[in-house]
């Protein structure tokens, strides 16, 4: 009697494991909205990645563009290696969301870094995952 409760707790822990990987593994936003940040100047470049990954910015870019803060927490900004650039990506629900978004990101960041950096939008894409 008690193997049997062992074997069929067992399972339903396998079970439930199973469940919950294939559940987390599909659970990514449908669009990953990645684009390019130009830098002016150069040197300033850390000070920018530094303004657009604090949460300050992040509230703020959520709040002009309509997404849901908790959206906008997930924004990953890196410098590109030996490059002006930088590279955001932030995964999204919809196509319109992901516009919303890229047209709020610039003007936000370029207020926090007026004095300091120019930045404008280099080049930005969309891409959706498939179902």
């Known amino acids: 009697m008690k193997a049997k409760s062992v074997l069929a707790l067992a399972l339903i822990a396998a079970?439930?494991?199973a469940l919950f990987?294939?559940?987390r593994h599909n659970s990514g936003a449908p669009v990953s909205v990645k684009f390019?940040?130009?830098v002016a100047p150069i040197e300033q470049s850390s000070f920018v990645v530094t303004q657009a990954n604090s949460a300050?910015?992040?509230?703020l870019v959520a709040k002009r563009s309509g997404l849901k803060p908790a959206l906008a927490q997930k924004l990953?900004?890196?410098a590109i290696p030996h490059s002006p650039l930088l590279q955001a990506q932030l995964g999204v629900a919809t196509e319109t969301e992901a516009r919303q978004y890229i047209a709020a990101f610039i003007p936000v960041l370029q207020d926090l870094c007026?004095?300091?950096a120019q930045v404008t939008l280099a080049?930005?894409?969309l891409d959706e995952k498939s179902r």
């Not at 300050?56 to 509230?59: A, D, E, Q, T, V």
């Open 15 to 17: 079970f439930a494991s």
């Open 36 to 38: 390019r940040i130009a």
């Open 76 to 78: 990953e900004v890196q």
């Open 114 to 116: 007026r004095t300091q």
């Open 56 to 59: 300050r910015f992040k509230y």
């Open 123 to 125: 080049v930005d894409r």
């Open 21 to 23: 990987l294939l559940v």
